[in-house]
């Protein structure tokens, strides 16, 4: 028998690293408007190429085309683009904050903004999301203060939180934004708990969790998925595939042998893959999947085709693991500007107005940033020490009794 050559181990390399030319061949792509539309109840075994398309509304020239089209009125499309430029101009707002040293930490989701700003406007009040850090969309869309939201990010005296928790890792259950986690992936089995629990008690309550390409590489992920399947919870688990998990390109996840809603297929449930650059595809898809969810018929895995336009966080430099221009290549455009384009082609916005809206919006801003600037930035106003044994314990326990004695508080 012939000698046989060695094994050799397979590493997944990007296909353009910093000096190259960036190049996104490999990402599957449709055509907007292509992608059918299967209705809301249909069996699972009537979905499964879904998850190997791409579903897109708006085309090259912002128009809404194919039968995703959600036929959105005019006042909740320029609710949407309102709401994504203001999650821009805060973050771009936090991120000089924190190079002033005002805070410790910050994250922007350049690039990603439909994606909370849609599936909040979708989803009901009382229904809940489990976020990731990227989409603080969610909350500016649901009018959340963006003065708390900085007292949160500046540990100061009024934090929501009061400093127990990183900055951007919010808590606001009232606005079905569930405490983030700075542990990634933990929070996608909460979700599915959650929403095991809304059924359990037979109310018409679902759920949404966020989770990042580069964490369905975790346990957590499947977990997650075997309960959502098996039980039927009425839940959306989303993946927001935006290329890069910090410096780890989306193939060490596993996106140069299959798509990420394919994953659905192994667990008998939908997976539906969507341009995340586009509102109104963002918007069809939550639609559909909150639709079939609370029609009591279960999970559906939704792809999110996107690009992290910005560093991973304050901490990073991506021009050192990819090509400094990559964005520009990015073939699905920036979700601002394609809304903007869009409302622009109905007649019903201008650039005029856009540019008076985003001086508006940085208005309002700088007044809530003031706000929140006239309690204390990082370390010039903390909250009481007091706090720490307070809001976790429903009956302290008697070391906790004791250590405050301890320190006479
Ligand atoms: C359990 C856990 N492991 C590792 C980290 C460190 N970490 C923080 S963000 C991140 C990358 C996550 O990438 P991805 O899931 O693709 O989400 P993205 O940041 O791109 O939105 C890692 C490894 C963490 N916070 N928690």
Redesign the pocket.
Known sequence: MAKQAGLSLHIPVPSARPGDEANFEHVPLTAAGETRRPRVDASEANLRDMPYELVRVLDDDGVAVGPWDPQLDDETLSRGLEAMLQTRLFEERLFRAHRQGKTSFFMKSTGEEAIGVAQSMVLRPGDMCFP???VQGWLIARNYPMTDMINQIYSNEKDPLKGRQLPILYSARDYGFYSLS?????RFGHAVGWAMASAFKNVDKIALGY?????TA?GDFHEALTFASVYRAPVILVI?N?Q???S?FSGI?GADLTTFAAKALAYGIPGLRVDGNDFLAMWAVTQWAADRARANLGPTLIEVVTY?AAG?STSDDPTKYRPADEAAHWPLGDPIERLKAHLIGRGTWSEERHVQLEAELSERLRDAQREAETVGTLGTSKPSVREMFEGVFKEPDWRVIEQRRELGI
């Open positions: 990731t850090y990227r700075g542990n990634v992936g933990s989770i990042g390409e580069g964490t975790e927001t935006n890069w998990a910090i780890t996840a992290r991973h």
